[in-house]
């Protein structure tokens, strides 16, 4: 079920392949790069940062990422902050969730992108920010689909 609201992005897909599998498209960096076309550098650890490399219409978005939990290959939480230099915070920062749910041999796949009622943005950056990654979570959703079915 795919809800939208001005705080939160609620997209899900189900994917013809175990947890398991599904996990490591989501956290290795090679297959990041294959459906999300950025370039990724974190650990899937609670506690842990690193840095996400966005392309979009010939444009770099350098991002922070702070991993909050992780458990594998049920749950993954992490804030992500963009310019990079910045260290992801709730006034910064939104919060993304992925569920990873195992439904007989497929995997219903839940992201959950929030906190942008929180974030200290003007009401403009907000509304685009919202749009922007309301149809982005659509098509890299879409992307994951289908690269997990060339695997």
């Known amino acids: 079920m795919d809800t939208i609201t001005t705080d939160a992005i609620t997209r899900e897909v ?16 090679e297959h990041i790069f294959r459906w999300w076309f950025a370039k990724a550098e974190f650990e899937p650890v609670a ?7 966005f392309r979009v219409g010939g444009r770099s978005y350098p991002t922070e990422i702070a991993v909050l939990a992780a458990d594998a290959p049920s749950f993954l939480a992490l804030r992500w902050c963009h310019p990079a230099g910045d260290a992801p915070t709730e006034l910064n920062s939104t919060l993304v969730e992925f569920t990873l749910e195992p439904i007989g041999g497929q995997t219903l796949l839940r992201v959950v992108e929030s906190g942008l009622s929180k974030v200290d943005w003007d009401a403009d950056t907000k509304a685009a ?3 922007s990654h309301t149809e982005g979570w659509k098509h890299h959703l879409r992307d994951l689909g289908q690269y997990m079915a060339w695997l």
């Open 14 to 29: 189900t994917i013809d392949a175990a947890p398991e599998t599904v996990w490591r498209i989501l956290t290795e960096p």
């Open 47 to 53: 506690g842990t940062n690193g840095h996400i490399l």
């Open 129 to 131: 920010y919202l749009d």
